[in-house]
């Protein structure tokens, strides 16, 4: 059974940092990009970032250009996503995700799902 378990969320202030794990479990990891998407309170989700299943390709929503970074190391199946500089904007529940070799922004790309963890920035 495929569990991703997302790890690291809490209640930061504005400009501070915070990273994010998800170990996945119970899938050929090295084979799925996987992603972090978001969702704040009366908000749809949203794409946050990608890394394709070698590593060598990331991909960023505008909004989180040179503060976030997301990392994968396939040997401990775990995805990483560093959020420096963060904003009250920020504030919302990260999801990880696995999908394609190549995952894009839209959430039908991605098969399996993490049960999320709270990201909270005060300002």
């Known amino acids: 059974q495929v569990h991703l378990a997302e790890s690291g969320g809490g209640l930061v202030q504005a400009g501070g940092s915070l990273r994010l794990s998800c170990a996945a479990s119970g899938l050929t990891f090295t084979i799925y990009g996987t992603g972090w998407f978001r969702q704040a309170p009366g908000k749809e989700r949203e794409f946050v970032a990608a890394?394709?299943?070698?590593?060598?390709?990331?991909y960023y929503v505008d909004s989180v250009k040179g503060r976030f970074t997301i990392s994968r190391d396939s040997a401990q199946k775990t995805v990483y996503l560093q959020m420096n500089s963060l904003k009250a904007e920020d504030t919302a529940v990260y999801y990880c995700a696995a999908g394609g070799g190549h995952p894009g922004p839209h959430p039908y790309e991605y098969a399996y799902w993490g049960q999320g963890t709270q990201v909270t920035v005060s300002s």
């Open positions: 890394i394709t299943w070698s590593g060598d390709g990331t």
